[in-house]
C-alpha cells in the first residue's frame, strides 16, 4: 500500500550503489526510516534539512519502508551553500536524530522545525539563530527550564531551574546565564561572541544531562571549527 508524508531529511548513508537509507522526521508519522532505492542519484540534492514530499510503500516481507518518490518542496538554496549555515544544518539534523525517538505525528514539533528551517535559510545571523534554536526547542521537548528568581546567575541542570547562587560565579558564566534567561523570556540582550559561545556550552551541556542518548555528535566538532575559527 502506497502513502505520502511531507518530511525533513535527517541522516542518509549509503546501502548500494545506487541506494540510500535515509531518515526523516515526517509530519504524519514522526521519525520514519525508508530504503530509498536509486537515492544516490538525487544525494547532492538532498541536504540535511531538506523539506520533501515523499511517497512510499511496504511489504509484509520487509519491516523497511521504501521511497518510491522524494521531491523536494520548499528549495532552502542558502543553507546548501552557505557554508556557516550548512554547518549549522548537519549539527542541528545529528541532533535532532538523537533526540527524537516518537514514530508518531507531533504536528506542533514538525510546523516548529519547518519554520525555522526556512528561518534560517533567510537569516543574516547564523550565529546568534544556532542558540534562539536551542532554546525555542526545549519547550516542544518539555524540558524548558524554570525562572527561580529574577536574578538567577547559574543553571542546575539535573532540576531544570535558573537560579541565583551566593557563590563566587566566574563573570562570563554569569553573563552567559543571564543572555540565555533572556532569549527564554524574548528580551534582547546585546552580548558579544564570547559570551554567546559560553550560552551554547552550557546549552549543550544541559541537553546531555536532560536527554539520555545525545552523546558526542560527529557535526559538533565541525560546527564549532567553522564558527569559532
Keep these: ?11 542518509r548513508i549509503a546501502y548500494s550503489e545506487t541506494s540510500l537509507i535515509v531518515k526523516f522526521y515526517t509530519k504524519k508519522n514522526g ?28 511489504r509484509p516481507e520487509s519491516d523497511l519502508l521504501k521511497i518510491s518518490k522524494c521531491e523536494i518542496k520548499e528549495v532552502c538554496h542558502d543553507i546548501s ?11 542541528i539534523a545529528e541532533l535532532l536524530s538523537k533526540i527524537i525517538h516518537q514514530s508518531e505525528a507531533d ?14 535559510n533567510v537569516s543574516t545571523q547564523v550565529a546568534e539563530f544556532s542558540n534562539m534554536f536551542l532554546i ?11 525562572v527561580e528568581s529574577e536574578i538567577a546567575n547559574d543553571l542546575n541542570f539535573m532540576d531544570g531551574e535558573f537560579v541565583k547562587v551566593y557563590v563566587e560565579i566566574d563573570p562570563l558564566h554569569k553573563s ?8 527564554l523570556n524574548e528580551v534582547e540582550l546585546k552580548a558579544n561572541i564570547e559570551i554567546r559561545r559560553k550560552a551554547f556550552e552550557l546549552i549543550m551541556e544541559y541537553y546531555q ?21
Design 81 to 91: 551553500i552557505n557554508v556557516f549555515k550548512n554547518s549549522l544544518a548537519f549539527f
Design 209 to 229: 544531562v536532560q536527554i539520555s542518548g545525545i552523546g558526542k555528535l560527529k557535526s559538533l566538532i565541525v560546527f564549532k571549527e567553522v564558527f569559532n575559527p
Design 1 to 11: 500500500m502506497k502513502a505520502n508524508d511531507e518530511a525533513i531529511l535527517l541522516s
Design 107 to 120: 504536528e506542533k514539533l514538525y510546523n516548529f522545525l519547518k519554520n525555522q528551517i526556512n528561518e534560517l
Design 136 to 146: 525555542k526547542l526545549w519547550n516542544y521537548l518539555g524540558i524548558t527550564p524554570s
Design 176 to 183: 552567559a546565564i543571564e543572555y540565555i534567561v533572556s532569549r
Design 31 to 58: 521519525l520514519q526510516t525508508y530504503l530509498f532505492q536509486g537515492g544516490k542519484k538525487k544525494a547532492a540534492y538532498l541536504g540535511p534539512l531538506t523539506i520533501c514530499d515523499i511517497e512510499y510503500f511496504g
